[in-house]
């Protein structure tokens, strides 16, 4: 349609008028595209943006609920969501469970999740913020 006409900018009247007069003379083609393959393609891509969306949100929470717990905890990794960070926290969930910590096993644990490069320099840092941490005590033990 657009080889059709000269112009190259697009008004919605002109642009009308030039889509009744192709149908009017029957100057057109059907198109090719096949609807149960572009209508699963737009069910992927709305689930693709709600999965995404969720993800964001999931995380956001997560971030919210770790600086009520442990409020300095981001400032030692790069991220909450980095394999060591998630290591540790999967195993020592809150600053009182770290702190208490077998250094020992903290160093594995990041020894192991980041490829060598946290070792047990990073694991006294760990255990020494959760000892001083003030975030909201653990409610587990009530």
């Known amino acids: 349609m657009r080889e059709m006409s000269i112009r190259k900018t697009k008004t919605d009247s002109k642009d009308s008028f030039l889509i009744a007069e192709l149908i009017r003379f029957g100057r057109y083609a059907q198109s090719n595209v096949a609807q149960d393959k572009l ?4 069910e992927l891509c709305r689930n693709r943006y709600y999965l995404v969306d969720m993800a964001s949100d999931l995380k956001r929470k997560v971030i919210a609920l770790i600086d009520r717990i442990f409020p300095k ?3 030692q990794l790069e991220t909450i969501f980095c394999r060591s960070s998630i290591a540790v926290l999967t195993k020592y969930p809150t600053p009182k469970k770290l702190a208490h910590a077998n250094l020992s096993k903290l160093t594995e644990i990041l020894w192991d999740s980041s ?3 946290f070792g047990e320099w990073k694991a006294q840092e760990l255990k020494s913020l ?6 909201v005590e653990d409610r587990e033990d009530i």
């Open 73 to 75: 905890y981001e400032t």
């Open 115 to 117: 490829n060598g490069r």
């Open 39 to 42: 209508l699963a393609l737009k």
């Open 130 to 135: 959760a000892h001083d941490s003030f975030g």
